[in-house]
């Protein structure tokens, strides 16, 4: 009777842990780190909505940054992603303390896409 009870505590124990949700915002590609910030920054918003980013880390340095699907008018968001590329070839360290100038015309997508790097690249910190 006792072992039939360790078994289903067991079971249960197994089927909840199993049910938990893994880490969306970090995955591995190969030696490549990948930060998605769609679940990190959902407070964090451009002039039309969120403006969530990839993030692309190799030896420690940020290989690339890209904008993930948003709402943003796209003439604004064109000129607002210009200012992700100053981030690559940085360390994280000089990457994630950087003041990267707005792009004039695209305040509030500039804004956002640098709050979006800046909370991927502190989890990463946190988490890699």
């Known amino acids: 009777?006792?072992?039939?009870n360790?078994?289903?505590?067991?079971a249960v124990v197994i089927f909840m842990v199993?049910?938990?949700?893994?880490?969306t915002v970090i995955s591995k590609d190969n030696d490549t780190?990948?930060?998605?910030t769609t679940s990190l920054s959902k407070g964090v918003r451009g002039f039309k909505g969120a403006t969530p980013v990839k993030i692309y880390i190799k030896k420690n340095r940020?290989?690339?940054i890209e904008a993930l699907r948003n709402r943003e008018t796209p003439a604004y968001l064109n000129k607002a992603k210009a200012l992700l590329?100053?981030?690559e070839?940085?360390?994280?360290?000089?990457?994630?303390?950087?003041?990267?100038?707005g792009v004039s015309g695209a305040t509030y997508t500039s804004?956002?896409?640098k709050k979006n790097v800046q909370l991927g690249l502190e989890y990463y910190k946190k988490n890699k």
């Open 1 to 4: 009777m006792k072992f039939t």
């Open 6 to 10: 360790i078994l289903a505590a067991a």
């Open 18 to 23: 199993s049910a938990m949700p893994g880490d």
């Open 33 to 36: 780190i990948i930060v998605n």
């Open 62 to 64: 940020v290989v690339k």
């Open 85 to 87: 590329a100053k981030y």
């Open 89 to 101: 070839g940085k360390t994280v360290k000089k990457a994630s303390s950087m003041d990267v100038d």
């Open 111 to 113: 804004k956002a896409l």
